[in-house]
């Protein structure tokens, strides 16, 4: 049987480097070797492409020169329809520079390049097959501000926010300060606008903490939201797979943090298993009612953002009232959320072969549509005198 060259893209010039690395491993030694073969494409911190087996095993990466030293640089082709990698070395009279054809490209990274539809544009223009959110919904789901606007205008429940520029607060930080007391209800959460992985994000109690918190957010993103906390609170995600036609989606989960916030620590640096280590309770345990409930609200959520693969959707409970949040969407989750599918019966190579089938699906898909005409309006007429 033919087997489907799988381009798995991970690493990236994104806090959530390591994160991606893990992740990638994962999906790595998930894919059924008697369909697919796998390509590693390594882009470095320093946003350099690379490929070779040694990206394969996570011990690899303790050696970080070592590990590049064996590896080959490759270019990733634009041109449309070419759908090729390229390496990276001198060709000569005698020798061309050798390439590979991928049949879909299966991007894992996490955060900033990666997840926020800068890479995903890279695809597009190639016209390659690629699992997950496309352009648009990769880059409003990973910046919070539009995310919000978009579920707002959708009609589903946020907690109150506020949002600014950093350069806003450097300049008039008693203004930003003042009108968040006067806006909102302290405790708050402050948050880059634009990360995951609750890099850069806390809590903050009172003015004090709140500046030091605004800080600590600009360091990560030049736009920061600051957002009531929902007190007493519970942590609900549930995970969405599909497209905005048809949409499966899985039992609801709560993660288990040892913090108010569930950190990065929390999250990720549990064994180095990423998100399918951390601590949870599967299913989570809340009432049918309401596990139905937060599973509507995230399947609205995933349509509303153009969402496309597998997404995770986190939710905010105030466990006194009851209310739910739509907290935000991650269109390339940790593990990519393999764990809350195996209840169902989805294990996750079979979760794999289906985000595959859905980026060769909308692939076809997006053949069928009319992106500019055959006939040159330039080579008739329009012209006097020689001018037009």
């Known amino acids: ?32 070797g008697e369909k697919y073969q796998v390509m590693p494409l390594y882009i470095s911190k320093q946003g350099v492409w690379h490929t070779g087996e040694a990206l394969k095993e996570l011990g690899s990466f303790r050696d970080m020169p070592r590990l590049l030293a064996a590896c080959q640089k490759v270019l990733f082709s634009a041109n449309r329809g070419e759908a090729k990698v390229l390496y990276d070395r001198p060709a000569s009279f005698f020798r061309k520079a050798a390439e590979e054809r991928l049949d879909v490209a299966f991007p894992v990274i996490h955060g900033t390049y990666g997840e926020d539809g800068c890479l995903q544009g890279l695809l597009e223009l190639s016209g390659i097959p690629y699992v997950g959110a496309g352009v648009t919904g990769s880059a409003v789901g990973m910046d919070k501000i539009v995310m919000k606007a978009v579920l707002e205008r959708e009609g589903l429940p946020l907690v109150n926010y506020r949002h600014f520029y950093a350069w806003e607060m450097r300049e008039n930080s008693e203004k930003i300060i003042s009108a968040l007391e006067r806006d909102l209800k302290f405790p708050l959460i402050v948050k880059p606008a634009n990360l995951g992985s609750s890099i850069g994000i806390s809590r903050a109690k009172d003015a004090r903490e709140l500046a030091e918190a605004i800080d600590l957010a600009a360091r990560f993103a030049q736009r920061i939201v600051v957002e009531d906390a929902v007190e007493p609170l519970r942590e609900i995600n549930c995970s969405v797979l599909g497209d905005t036609k048809e949409q499966e989606v899985s039992c609801c989960e709560e993660p288990i943090g040892a ?130």
């Open 1 to 32: 049987m033919l087997k489907i060259k799988v381009g798995v893209i991970f690493g990236g010039r994104s806090v959530e480097h390591e994160v991606s690395v893990i992740s990638a491993l994962q999906v790595m030694h998930a894919l059924d």
């Open 259 to 388: 913090h108010e916030i569930l950190s990065f620590q929390d999250k990720y640096l549990g064994g180095g298993k990423g998100m399918g280590g951390a601590a949870r309770r599967i299913p989570a345990p809340i009432s049918e009612e309401l596990s139905a409930h937060i599973r509507e609200l995230a399947r609205r959520s995933f349509k509303a953002l153009d969402g496309c693969g597998v997404c995770r959707m986190d939710f905010l409970l105030n466990s006194k009232s009851g209310q739910v949040y739509v907290n935000e969407i991650n269109t390339i989750p940790g593990s990519l959320s393999f764990y809350l599918w195996e209840p169902a019966g989805l294990g996750f190579p079979k979760l794999l072969d289906k985000l595959i089938a859905l980026a060769l699906k909308r692939s076809r898909e997006q053949e069928k549509l009319i992106y500019s005409y055959d006939s040159n309006i330039l080579a008739g007429g329009g012209r006097k005198n020689g001018k037009f």
